[in-house]
């Protein structure tokens, strides 16, 4: 397992491997995998816990069902739920059916179902055999969607957005506003019948 190579044997003493921030969100997490068992879903992988450490093993959960709250709430923890599916038009019904996601990862190498799911999902980023990683791109619009965001940070992006420019008119001659303005003259007529006519 690739975790065994990134902190040893043994997770829990490893000096890598980080514990759970505070006990309400040793709670909290605990409670998404409680859940979802009683609801049918099964660890697949890991699943070891230490309260009084704030420690969580990292672990994946198969047979997770949609409304399990692992699936509907940011986990922010070393969980993975998997949700199996047959085809990729699946995969995109599903991410549509929810808010728009703040990221969206692709791990591919099928250049057909990249694109696909390109085009048929919407997101604030998408990362593509990776994760994260465009958050420091600073060169990348970096925000969310609707439902996860309004507005774009990092390099132009975040100066227009956290911006608020003015806009400043100022008109010292004569200007085409006059032109619909009375009194209506037979030329100002014209204009104005070619103005509803075409406008």
Do not use: C
């Not at 309400?24 to 609801?39: C, G, S, T, V």
Request: glycine share 6%.
């Amino acid at each position: 397992m690739y975790w065994e190579k990134f902190y040893g044997n043994d997770t829990k003493s490893s000096p890598f491997y980080t514990h759970i921030v505070n006990q309400r969100h040793f709670n909290r997490l605990k409670n998404y995998i409680d859940e979802a068992q009683e609801k049918g879903a099964q660890i697949r992988i890991g699943g070891a816990m230490d309260a009084e450490k704030n420690y969580i093993e990292p672990t994946i959960i198969e047979n997770v069902p949609i409304d399990a709250k692992v699936l509907q709430e940011e986990i922010f923890g070393p969980i993975l739920p998997v949700v199996t599916f047959k085809n990729i038009q699946e995969v995109v019904d599903l991410v549509n059916s929810k808010e728009r996601p703040l990221a969206l990862y692709i791990f591919s190498k099928n250049r057909k179902n990249i694109n696909f799911i390109l085009q048929e999902t919407r997101a604030g980023a998408v990362s593509i055999n990776q994760n994260i990683v465009h958050f420091l791109q600073t060169n990348l619009p970096f925000g969310g969607v609707n439902h996860s965001g309004i507005g774009k940070s990092h390099g132009w992006w975040g100066f227009e957005a956290f911006s608020n420019a003015k806009a400043i008119l100022q008109q010292d001659f004569f200007g085409a506003s006059e032109l619909f303005m009375p009194p209506f003259t037979k030329l100002k007529e014209k204009i104005n019948d070619l103005a509803l006519k075409w406008f």
